[in-house]
């Protein structure tokens, strides 16, 4: 049947906590990541990008991994505020391709 | 600080009209693309442009669909003849360079076909 959308993998953290997000890339090839943000209503924010040849980029409160060997990512938040709820998505590039594709994200929740 | 700005930000339309979806980018952005979402699923590319041409396209935007940069500020994004499964939420995005995975979204236009 039809599909009505996608059932989205959530994460409920506790204010000032860690939060760590997975995202299992679909291309061996892709050689590219990027971490985004969605808020409610609105677009994609960029938040990190990390290319192949690094296993680990940090910046301001986020550290992404890259694990290309199982050909996964992570997002890790430190201290997660409020303001941090959102849906996460990851996305990658291979070559001099143009066009991101985007995993299924998942939805963080900050607990006061 | 600058930024992506899309109009109309809902767009209800009969099957088999056409639309147009309006996108002014950032102004010192040389690349230029059309993104959308489905309620509830991923952010699917549509394609990308760069000094007045196609440069790439997904095997969504078929012939369907058109760009068009009718000026040096406006990018826009024409639907011929929509279809019940065009609904979705179309995003615009620009970005400085071509290698930057950073690209800057618009709130998005919402468009509904009934």
């Known amino acids: 049947g039809e599909s009505v959308g996608l059932h989205l993998p959530t994460l409920s953290v506790q204010e000032g906590d860690n939060s760590i997000i997975n995202c299992a890339y679909s291309?061996?090839?892709?050689?590219?990541f990027i971490w985004y943000k969605q808020e409610s209503g609105k677009g994609p924010q960029f938040i990190i990008d990390?290319?192949?040849?690094?296993d680990k980029r940090q910046g301001q409160r986020v550290t992404v991994l890259l694990n290309k060997t199982v050909k996964h990512l992570s997002l890790q938040i430190a201290a997660t505020q409020p303001g941090d709820s959102a849906v996460y998505f990851c996305a990658e590039r291979f070559g001099s391709a143009r066009q991101l594709t985007f995993g299924s994200g998942t939805q963080l929740t900050v607990l006061p | 600080e600058p930024e992506v700005t899309q109009t109309p930000s809902h767009q209800v339309t009969q099957m088999g009209q056409e639309v147009i979806l309006r996108c002014v980018p950032i102004?010192?952005?040389?690349?230029f693309y059309w993104y959308r979402q489905i309620l509830g699923q991923k952010v699917e590319f549509l394609v990308s442009?760069?000094?007045?041409?196609?440069?790439?396209k997904s095997e969504i935007f078929d012939d369907q669909f058109s760009v068009e940069r009718p000026d040096g500020s406006n990018f826009t994004l024409k639907i011929r003849s929509t279809k019940l499964e065009d609904s979705a939420m179309y995003f615009c995005?620009?970005?400085?360079?071509?290698?930057?995975?950073?690209?800057?979204f618009g709130e998005g236009s919402r468009l509904t076909v009934l």
């Open positions: 995005a620009s970005s400085r360079t071509g290698r930057t995975g950073e690209l800057f």
């Open positions: 102004s010192n952005h040389l690349y």
């Open positions: 990390i290319r192949s040849n690094m």
């Open positions: 442009f760069y000094n007045n041409e196609i440069s790439e």
């Open positions: 291309n061996s090839a892709s050689d590219y």
